[in-house]
């Protein structure tokens, strides 16, 4: 089944959200490194690799919100509290934001600042602000601090998920792997 | 004794003094004028500006230019790239290295027309502290006391020594570099 239904996930979600997990996973030691690294050909080819994930996830997130939207979300177990019920719902609108704001305000840095950038090489991206150095900088520091709010909701849904697969017993992790491990 | 010109001479003057007047000395006019680069970063386009620069052309005769001399002085302190940290890097030794060599020259003696209103000037370029001998095509347009001069050619930046050590490598950063010209020239006298 491609769509989702009121108690499973289809295999579009599914790809969704361990293809942008694996993604954010590289995608934040991709951009530390970059940052850091000493000025070289290294940091210029890790730079390349961060920004082309970063819109590789701006595209995936996207398509999965318009996903999102054109179908139903599987329900929580009927016995789910309303403040968990709220909780899900927010992390859940976060994290999307989130994912979605981070590869935004990384454009808005490349742009302030004018480094030539071409997707993965071949695609050249445009500006989407003029030039301008204290945007440049007010973007590094927006495009960190909503880092730091990722990696507090991403603890969040991680920590969550687990709690209802090892304490609460129920399928909301389970629902969410890929087929072959369901029923394991 | 007589000193009026005789019939005989009144040609062959005319002509000389017809093309002395043709021939001109022209300096450059700076506001309208642009000399720019295009160079390669991370196989993306990445231009850069000279903003202070000086060309002279000397006894500049547009049908016959051969006894002409183009004199261009450029001040590489003056390059901008438009972003912070490139121009910072750009400073430093292994690229153009302001503090030794903040200025390059080229210098041309031997200018030729190629076609109407084209041209060719071959000279030397002096960058970073290494002579090449380059050719500089360009495009003439002259109306009344002022002129534009256009053109553009490549420049291996390998052989000024422009990107060193293991910027040497063309991967990240691009071996050749677009030179593109505009300028605005102003009759001298």
Same mark, same amino acid.
């Given at each position: 089944m491609l769509a989702n239904t009121?108690?499973?996930?289809?295999?579009?979600?599914?790809?969704? !959200?361990?293809?942008?997990?694996?993604?954010?996973?590289?995608?934040?030691?991709?951009?530390?490194?970059?940052?850091?690294?000493?000025?070289?050909?290294?940091?210029?080819?890790?730079?390349?690799? !961060?920004?082309?994930t970063g819109m590789l996830i701006l595209v995936l997130m996207l398509a999965r919100l318009a996903w999102r939207l054109a179908n139903p979300s599987p329900a929580l177990p009927p016995q789910t509290p309303a403040w968990e019920r709220?909780?899900? !719902?927010?992390? !859940?609108?976060?994290?999307?934001?989130?994912?979605?704001a981070l590869p935004l305000s990384g454009w808005v840095i490349n742009s302030a600042a004018a480094v030539p950038f071409s997707v993965f090489w071949l695609v050249p991206l445009p500006a989407i602000v003029t030039p301008d150095e204290h945007l440049e900088d007010l973007a590094k520091l927006t495009h960190f601090s909503l880092l730091v709010a990722l990696c507090l909701v991403l603890a969040v849904h991680v920590g969550a998920a687990l709690r209802h697969h090892l304490i609460k017993r129920n399928d909301i992790l389970i629902r969410m792997l890929p087929g072959r491990w369901r029923h394991a | 004794m007589e000193t009026r010109v005789r019939p005989a001479w009144i040609v062959p003057l005319a002509f000389l003094i017809s093309t002395q007047a043709l021939a001109a000395d022209w300096k450059?006019? =700076?506001? =309208?004028?642009?000399?720019?680069?295009?160079?390669?970063?991370? *196989?993306?386009?990445? =231009?850069?500006?000279? *903003?202070?620069f000086d060309a002279r052309l000397a006894r500049f005769e547009p049908d016959k230019p051969e006894g002409a001399k183009l004199d261009v002085t450029v001040k590489i302190t003056s390059a901008d790239m438009k972003n912070g940290d490139v121009n910072r890097a750009i400073r430093g030794p292994e690229w153009f290295d302001f503090a030794k060599f903040p200025q390059a020259e080229f210098h041309a003696e031997d200018i030729r027309r190629v076609a109407a209103g084209r041209y060719l000037a071959r000279g030397v370029l002096s960058l970073k502290g290494a002579k090449k001998e380059l050719e500089v095509p360009?495009?003439?347009?002259?109306?009344?006391?002022?002129?534009?001069?256009e053109g553009e050619l490549n420049v291996e930046r390998l052989q000024f020594g422009i990107g060193t050590g293991e910027w040497a490598n063309g991967s990240t950063i691009g071996l050749g570099v677009r030179v593109k010209f505009n300028v605005r020239l102003r009759k001298e006298g």
């Open positions: 009121a108690e499973a996930w289809g295999a579009p979600a599914k790809f969704f !959200h361990w293809t942008v997990a694996l993604l954010i996973l590289l995608q934040i030691p991709l951009g530390f490194a970059a940052a850091l690294w000493r000025l070289s050909p290294l940091k210029l080819e890790l730079f390349v690799w !961060h920004k082309s709220r909780a899900a !719902h927010a992390s !859940h609108v976060l994290l999307y934001a989130l994912a979605i | 450059l006019d =700076p506001a =309208p004028s642009r000399l720019e680069y295009v160079a390669t970063f991370e *196989k993306t386009a990445a =231009p850069g500006v000279f *903003k202070e360009f495009t003439w347009q002259e109306s009344g006391n002022a002129a534009t001069m």
